[in-house]
């Protein structure tokens, strides 16, 4: 159930809509990053929104080193 639930809150097609990034490109954050799925679980949508929003600018300003 705690896999469901993680893909149905945190996958690519959610970062992608977050964060505007491609499905694909999504698919190489959510790798990159690798949150533990417990936690995932354990957030609402709105905190999920948040961390995958900080996580981008993350994302972003490693890529650009």
């Known amino acids: 159930a705690v896999n469901a639930e993680t893909a149905e ?4 097609k959610v ?3 977050i964060t505007g990034m491609t499905e694909e490109e999504a698919e ?3 790798f ?3 949150l ?8 609402n949508d709105y905190d999920i ?3 995958v929003k900080q996580l ?3 994302y972003l ?3 650009e080193k």
Do not use: G, Q
């Open 49 to 51: 929104y948040l961390i």
């Open 61 to 63: 300003t490693n890529k």
């Open 28 to 30: 190489k954050f959510i």
């Open 36 to 43: 533990n799925r417990e936690f995932i679980v354990s957030k």
């Open 15 to 17: 970062v992608a809509k």
């Open 32 to 34: 990159h990053f690798n």
């Open 56 to 58: 981008y600018n993350e």
């Open 9 to 12: 809150k945190y996958n690519p």
